[in-house]
């Protein structure tokens, strides 16, 4: 019987030290293998940098999340000039010759815009309409006062007085879209005053506001024009001196507003609640976000070792931040560091904390095996 009661002894300590191992290297997130700073390679192959925050690297972090090119880029949106409305194929024109009502019948005439409008002199796709006596007119590419002058121009050979007066009645040739989170997607088109991109999600009815959390998001819209996708925050717009207001909207632009509910930061790990926080329209900072999930628990986290885990998928490159809060004077530090959409808050455990958590796992399974042991003798 000696035999059997020793190896079932021998038996009980290897699966101990066997789960004590595994526990230790499986329980929860492992950075204790993170560098202090520098670039690591994990096993799928994901290259990150380990970057510490401190006073004399976050300006440079700062700059990195939000770099200076990125606004000087944007500034060359607001320095272009408003440009006087040209026509273009699929404008609707109102020609009227006042000295020859056989010619022009009045606009009084007609009963309704619609009417107007199936009256009116529309532009074909080749820029041209046309007219009684002159024939086909080139129209598209040239202002209404342009136009105007070139027809009168031309109809001085055939009558007296050849005084045109031109109008635009529909504006269909410069369209441009307004998507995502508003009242009235669709498509719309320029006229001929400036429309900036408030007004034109203002012709969309406005951003989308279904609730607190799903809608349209007043920090983060988009500008694609050709081919290239302007992220704008008016926030941090207004910061630096530019509005909205003074961005105006180009032929064939596409605005795409935002949704709220996209625009979030993930707490993870030992703080008191982990969880998903939006945005707020002015910023967040670490602080508030470790305030809104109601701080780090004092039980388990460690403040020497809080993380952001930053990813821009654009340029396919991740960063993990390092803080180090067991000062509290650090806090400050804290308090400058900005959130960005789809940032991830990871606070670790301590190593006390991960302990206890393996023993916890090892002495129900011990328990098992004693109580194997005693049904054996």
């Known amino acids: 019987m000696g035999q059997p009661v020793k190896l079932k002894h021998s038996f009980l300590i290897i699966s101990l030290a066997l789960l004590s191992s595994g526990c230790a290297t499986m329980s929860g997130f492992q950075t204790y293998n993170l560098p202090e700073q520098g670039t690591v390679q994990t096993d799928l192959g994901t290259s990150v940098e380990v970057i510490p925050i401190n006073q004399q690297s976050l300006n440079h972090i700062q700059q990195t999340a939000f770099p200076q090119s990125n606004y000087q880029l944007l500034s060359t949106l607001f320095q272009a ?217 004092p039980l388990s986290a460690s403040a020497k070792r809080i993380y952001i885990l930053r990813t821009d998928p654009a340029h396919k490159t991740t960063q993990l931040y390092h803080m180090d809060l067991s000062n509290i004077a650090d806090f400050g530090l804290a308090n400058q560091f900005a959130m960005s959409s789809n940032d991830i808050v990871y606070v670790d455990a301590t190593g006390l904390t991960r302990w206890q958590r393996v023993v916890n796992q090892i002495i129900p399974f011990s328990n098992a095996l004693y109580n194997v042991d005693r049904l054996g003798n």
Request: glycine residues 8%.
């Open 81 to 297: 000039p408003e440009k006087l409305y040209k026509l273009s194929a699929g404008d609707v024109l109102s020609i009227q010759l006042w000295a020859y009502p056989e010619i022009t019948p009045l606009n009084s005439t007609v009963n309704s815009d619609q009417a107007a409008i199936s009256s009116g002199y529309r532009i074909d796709q080749s820029g041209n309409i046309y007219f009684p006596l002159v024939g086909t007119i080139k129209a598209a590419g040239k202002s209404v006062t342009q136009f105007n002058q070139e027809l009168s121009r031309r109809l001085a050979s055939y009558l007296k007085h050849p005084d045109a007066v031109v109008r635009v009645i529909s504006y269909q040739g410069q369209p441009f879209s307004v998507v995502g989170y508003v009242n009235k997607s669709g498509q719309f088109y320029l006229n001929d005053q400036p429309i900036s991109i408030y007004a034109a999600i203002g012709m969309a009815g406005g951003m989308s506001m279904d609730n607190s959390l799903i809608g349209g998001d007043n920090a983060s819209i988009q500008l694609i024009r050709n081919g290239i996708t302007y992220n704008l925050n008016p926030v941090q717009l207004e910061k630096i001196g530019l509005s909205l207001q003074r961005l105006y909207v180009q032929p064939h632009d596409t605005i795409y507003v935002n949704s709220r509910e996209s625009q979030k930061v993930y707490v993870m790990g030992e703080a008191t609640k982990t969880q998903s926080i939006p945005l707020r329209v002015q910023g967040m900072t670490l602080s508030d976000v470790l305030g809104e999930s109601a701080g780090i628990n």
